[in-house]
């Protein structure tokens, strides 16, 4: 059990359970879960629902009915304690004041206005505080917020999907013996839609969006659209398109802005700037944590030359294309594979 207890463990694995319950609606917000603890029971538990809102540990400290046990409790929060005002009080204090004496955190939060004064406020005020219990699965529940913070960058999903020989699907209109073709089934394209609810932003390169016109919305799923990027650098694309319908927000990437009335907001690539960077940069500056790259093929061996990706998502099929696109080449460390209907989803980390 390393360091900390069977019960430490225990209980935070609730905090992460409960984090988990506002999955893609906390954003700019990390997930927090916590749990109060009395006496070997839970008195008490609470979840970050959306940014704006009150803290985990806010909630399930007015969850305890008999707040007279607060004295003798431990609370459980899967991210330190906030210690500044932001759109909320800081939660370190709230704990100070509710009297509560042992504090046990999953990770420390890398928000330069928190960033290890949480736990300092909590100490000084003769708290005890233990800090690390499931530390690398708390940070993996908020892998977005860290890498933004961290990384100054969106946290990074490529995605895609290719034939057993390692072609790509898109040019979804390419035939296989006179007939349009999918290499996966029904079944993954809605996984693919939950994906899209869970991320900040999606892209495609400029050739993905003519050949296939995608709408990159969520159809198949419920939740939330993600902001639509695309890279179009000489104004290529014709206005008819899909990503131009105005349904959604869309950002176009050029590198000479044109009046030529399309639905979107137009942002400059630099002289001699990788688009990919002015994308980033963007991204990062509009609090947006998270993009999933939905290709082409140029696309995404840019992202993964740049060594800028953070997880590929790629859905290998059944059937063979013979020549077509060749798909990109490095994946990474694969963590998972899961069969979906009549392919194979494999999950790669770049660690
Ligand atoms: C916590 N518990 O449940 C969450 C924390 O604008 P605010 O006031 O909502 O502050 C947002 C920041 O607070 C966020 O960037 C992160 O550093 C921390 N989130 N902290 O103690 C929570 N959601
Ligand atoms: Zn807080």
């Known amino acids: 059990m390393g360091k900390y207890g069977e019960e430490d463990i ?51 400290i007015a969850s305890v009915k008999h707040p007279e046990l607060l004295k003798d409790s431990t609370i459980y929060v899967s991210l330190e304690p906030c ?28 928000n330069a206005k928190v960033s290890g004064r949480g736990i300092e406020q909590l100490r000084a005020a003769g708290v005890d505080v233990k800090v690390g219990v499931l530390e690398e699965e708390c940070r993996e529940l908020n892998r977005r917020f860290f890498t933004w913070h961290e990384k100054h960058r969106p946290y ?34 809605r996984a693919v839609h939950q994906w899209r609810s869970r991320e900040q932003a999606i892209m495609v390169g400029s050739n993905t969006a003519l050949a296939d016109n995608p709408g990159l919305q969520v159809r198949d799923w419920t939740g939330p659209n993600p902001l639509r990027v695309v890279i179009d650098r000489n104004n290529k694309l014709p206005g008819g398109l899909e990503l131009f319908s105005g349904k959604e927000p869309t950002l176009l990437f050029t590198s000479e802005i044109v009046d030529d009335g399309k639905n979107v907001e137009k942002v400059l690539i630099n002289d001699g700037e990788d688009p990919i960077d002015a994308v980033l940069g963007e ?41 077509g696109i060749k798909a990109p080449a490095t994946k990474g460390q694969l963590i998972d594979f899961t069969h979906f209907d009549n392919s194979i989803l494999y999950m790669y980390r770049n660690i």
Request: hydrophobic residues 40%.
């Open 83 to 110: 210690s500044h005002f932001g759109k909320t009080p800081p939660c370190a204090q709230r704990i100070i004041q509710a009297g509560i004496p042992h504090v046990v955190v999953g990770c420390l939060d890398s």
């Open 283 to 323: 991204l990062y500056k509009r609090n947006i944590q998270s993009l999933i790259v939905e290709g082409g093929s140029q696309l995404l061996s840019r992202f993964i030359e740049r060594n800028l990706w953070d997880e590929a998502r790629v859905f290998v099929g059944q059937m063979d294309f013979g020549d």
């Open 156 to 189: 990074i999903i490529l995605k895609w999907a290719e034939t057993r020989d390692g072609f790509l699907d898109i040019n979804r209109q390419a035939t296989v013996g006179g007939r349009p073709t999918w290499i996966t089934s029904e079944y993954a394209r």
């Open 10 to 60: 225990k209980y935070m694995c609730r905090c992460i359970d409960l984090a988990l319950r506002a999955e893609g609606n906390t954003y700019p917000n990390p997930m927090v879960g916590s749990v109060i603890v009395h006496d070997g029971k839970i008195i008490g538990e609470g979840y970050h629902l959306k940014a704006g809102g009150p803290h985990a540990e806010v909630h399930a």
